[in-house]
């Protein structure tokens, strides 16, 4: 079981006796997911006519990544009579990376590059507790609950579709090394502070894999370790614990080689805390043993060709250096930069107004308009968003860290769920609502420090 690399590389002739420029096997790669309706059962079928139709060489579709294809008016020329006859089945047409030579244009013809298309349906089953894994929830992936969450997240490197090819490049490692044999722990641990995506990027992470490498392996499953319960409900024997989930989880590898098994441990400072740091008591000694039998169960599962552990952390500085040492990757992930706060609060906002809790007449500008417009448009909404966020970054954020991608997500909602009173809601009242808010939660926090002040208190 390898994966595959299905790239193109010959000239091959055209119709008219000339030649049509095929890419050779270096050049650029589009990669294009389809997600296709549950009820239709032939997926593979109609995965080899999408793949024939969009790389065929006389499909010259221009695509940009991001682009919906279904939505464009150009679907049917770029699909061609599978247009017709599965415009109802395939749900969704997207154009999600382009890997290769950089080009003046980000807009590609489909016979210049090599297409990678991936087709997938979504599992509907309900959160299941894992019966063999009473402390984790365990999902089959690519799952419905995690659709979409992927692109919302807001980086402003290109940190997404990085995890995505370091992901890959583990599992590929792996599987080229053949069994027992890997020298890197097939473990990511993400670290950063509260807040900033750690854990849906894990989630996001795990769906995307699916998708990507469903010809590798013909089932996905997540596993999400509740790792706050590990301590608490089964204390005193959370070492027995972690040591039982590892054992079922290796089983569940062993048994079948083509399931791939992603395991999360969110939070993972509650059982990998740092041994030198642990005091003496009976809960330190409980969880000095968990973070043991951790320790242990990651060496067992070196050898296993088909799993990989995300692990997120908020307090990276107290995990323990064995624990961190078996890291295969150690990611940082930071709080978002005002081109991405911008992105993610016009993000919400715009949700807003496409489910119509907010009326807008023309949708909200992009970070570069707005930017651009400032001076221009001061009464603009672009503007007022801008306005909005230089008033979060100048108050306590910078305190914390940083704007959390969290706190700028709920915001929009958390405003108007505060101050409207059964009027209409436009976008300037809802600007003001927001800004109103945000000096609302300011002076609280100034009040907050004063007290504690008074009281003595150091003000962390
Ligand atoms: N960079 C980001 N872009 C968009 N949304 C974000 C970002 N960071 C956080 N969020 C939002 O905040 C919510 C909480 O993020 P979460 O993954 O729980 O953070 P963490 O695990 O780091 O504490 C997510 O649902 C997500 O919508
Ligand atoms: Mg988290």
């Given at each position: 079981m390898v994966i595959e690399e299905e790239l193109k590389g010959e000239e091959s002739p055209d119709g008219d006796g000339g030649f049509v420029v095929v890419p050779s096997p270096?050049?650029?790669?589009?990669?294009?997911?389809?997600?296709?309706?549950?009820?239709?059962?032939?997926?593979?079928?109609?995965q080899q006519a999408l793949q024939a139709r969009l790389s065929s060489p006389d499909n010259g579709s221009a695509v940009e990544v991001g682009d919906e294809i279904m939505a464009s008016p150009d679907a049917s020329i770029t699909l061609g009579q599978l247009f017709e006859t599965y415009k109802d089945i395939i749900q969704?047409?997207?154009?999600?990376?382009?890997v290769g030579i950089e080009t003046a244009s980000t807009c590609y013809a489909l016979n210049t590059v090599t297409v990678k298309l991936q087709a997938y349906q979504l599992y509907e089953t309900e959160r299941e507790e894992d019966s063999a894994i009473p402390q984790a929830e365990s999902s089959l992936m690519p799952h419905v609950r995690f659709d979409g969450q992927w692109d919302e997240l807001v980086f402003e490197s290109d940190l997404k579709?990085?995890?995505?090819?370091?992901?890959?490049?583990?599992?590929?490692?792996?599987?080229?090394?053949?069994?027992?044999?890997?020298?890197?722990n097939p473990l990511i641990l993400l670290y950063g502070l509260p807040g900033t995506g750690k854990t849906t990027l894990c989630q996001g992470l795990a769906q995307k894999i699916s998708i990507r490498?469903?010809?590798?392996?013909?089932?996905?499953?997540?596993i999400q370790i509740k790792t706050a319960n590990l301590l608490s409900k089964y204390y005193s024997e959370s070492a027995k614990?972690?040591?039982?989930i590892f054992t079922i989880i290796t089983r569940m590898c062993q048994d079948d080689p083509e399931r791939f098994i992603c395991v999360l441990i969110d939070e993972v400072e509650s059982i990998a805390f740092s041994r030198e740091h642990s005091t003496y008591n009976g809960e330190a000694q409980d969880s000095l043993r968990a973070t043991n039998a951790l320790l242990t169960g990651l060496d067992r599962a070196k050898g296993l060709a088909n799993v990989i552990f995300l692990c997120t952390s908020n307090m990276v500085g107290s995990l323990d250096t064995a624990f961190l040492d078996r890291c295969g990757l150690r990611i940082a992930v930071h709080p978002p930069s005002n081109a991405s706060q911008y992105i993610i609060l016009r993000g919400r906002i715009q949700k807003l107004v496409d489910q119509g809790h907010i009326t807008s007449e023309k949708s909200l500008p992009r970070y570069n308009e707005a930017y651009i417009g400032y001076r221009a448009d001061r009464d603009g909404p672009g503007a007022k968003i801008l306005a909005i966020l230089e008033l979060i970054n100048s108050g306590n954020a910078q305190s914390i860290g940083g704007i959390s991608g969290r706190s700028l997500t709920q915001l929009p909602e958390l405003a108007i769920l505060r101050y409207l009173r059964g009027e209409d809601c436009d976008i300037d009242r809802a600007l003001a609502f927001i800004k109103r808010f945000v000096l609302s939660q300011e002076s609280q926090t100034v009040e907050n420090r004063g007290h504690k002040r008074t009281h003595g208190q150091m003000d962390g």
């Open positions: 270096f050049t650029s790669t589009i990669f294009i997911e389809a997600r296709i309706s549950k009820d239709w059962s032939d997926i593979w079928e109609l969704s047409l997207k154009v999600v990376e382009y579709a990085e995890l995505i090819w370091m992901m890959t490049n583990i599992l590929r490692f792996s599987q080229r090394s053949g069994v027992g044999s890997r020298d890197i490498l469903n010809s590798t392996y013909k089932q996905t499953k997540l614990q972690v040591d039982n």
